[in-house]
């Protein structure tokens, strides 16, 4: 398989068949990024060859005669392959509708059984598509596909360089919800700088409940020195938030969010990970943050993030 540098996935993704389209990103300007760093290049687009060979690969590997022989030697049915694929890069969603369609059309000349395709997303990549080359993708299979938003607070977005505002937001996900393009939102706790947090949570619960996200995934900044963020740091331009003020943030967007939607922080940024379905599931993730607030001090939590080496 070409795999490039180091494979970024969403964690419900982690039964769906990864598939490189891309690798790196276009817009490579987000202040507190470092995620594609280590590649020689801010962004290339994979050749078809190679993501035609990747299937036939994968297919051998998944369905072949010696999975089918193992499969049967221990009495279980034909392997079946993977019921999605996703498109792996930091957002493949900005190939052109047309190279889309057509990767759509290799995953299911070799998997015929797979039924939806997912990538990382950015808004201003949606933007780029009309409306019909949506409505085409959507028929074409793609559905759930994850976008970092990180936040709705405008101010954040603007410092940090994300390259659109809550408007957009708004605008592009209406247009992937009539083209019936469903759709995963990140949020990143932490974004707003210290003394922020829970200013930045109102304005994105704010924004998001205007929006039908099936899942909203937070996360929490971790400033890497690598970053144009910790060069900000330096100079004095902005402060990062504390640990505990990361944990109150994520509370007020649990508490403010008033849509139905599944709420999860996974992943090694947060300390202590937690998933529920809003809003049965508030008062219990509520509980869980509050319970961590008042164990942990903010030392012990700021010992966790620095022994991070990396997101
Ligand atoms: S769009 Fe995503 S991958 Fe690209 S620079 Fe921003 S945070 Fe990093």
Redesign the pocket.
């Known amino acids: 398989m070409h795999f490039t540098g180091t494979i970024w996935r969403p964690p419900y993704e982690s039964g769906s068949l990864l598939l490189e389209v891309t690798a790196g ?1 276009t ?4 202040k507190f ?1 470092t ?2 760093d280590g590649l020689p290049f801010p962004f290339r687009m994979s050749p078809l060859e190679d993501i035609e060979a990747d299937l036939q690969e994968a297919q051998l590997y998944q369905t072949g005669p010696l999975e089918r022989l193992s499969l049967r030697m221990q009495g279980l049915d034909a392997p079946q392959g993977p019921r999605r694929a996703f498109l792996v890069g ?2 493949p969603f900005v190939l052109k509708a047309e190279r889309l369609g057509r990767i759509a059309e290799l995953v299911r000349t070799y998997f015929p059984q797979s039924g939806s395709i997912g990538c990382f997303a ?1 808004i201003t990549d949606i933007a780029l598509k009309t409306d019909q080359e949506l409505v085409r993708l959507a028929q074409a299979g793609y559905d759930g596909i994850t976008i ?1 938003v990180e936040t709705g607070d405008g101010d954040a977005l603007a410092f940090m360089d ?1 390259g659109y505002a809550p408007e957009d937001i708004l605008i592009q996900t209406r247009r992937l919800d009539e083209a019936g393009i469903g759709y995963h939102f990140f949020y990143l706790a932490g974004i707003a700088g210290a003394g922020r947090g829970r200013e930045s949570a109102a304005r994105s619960a704010e924004v998001f409940n205007q929006t039908h996200p099936r899942r909203i995934g937070s996360s929490m900044l971790t400033v890497f020195p690598e970053s144009r963020l910790y060069q900000e740091i330096l100079a004095g331009n902005w402060t990062e938030a504390g640990e505990r003020e990361k944990l109150e943030e994520v509370r007020t967007l649990v508490e403010k969010l008033d849509i139905p939607v599944i709420f999860a922080a996974l992943g090694a940024s947060n300390a202590v990970n937690m998933e529920g379905r809003l809003p049965e599931a508030r008062n219990v993730l509520i509980s869980l943050l509050n319970g961590v607030i008042s164990r942990y001090s903010e030392s012990d939590l700021r010992r966790y993030r620095e022994q991070l080496p990396h997101l």
């Open positions: 990103c817009h490579h300007r987000c990024c995620l594609y930091a957002n950015r970092g994300k």
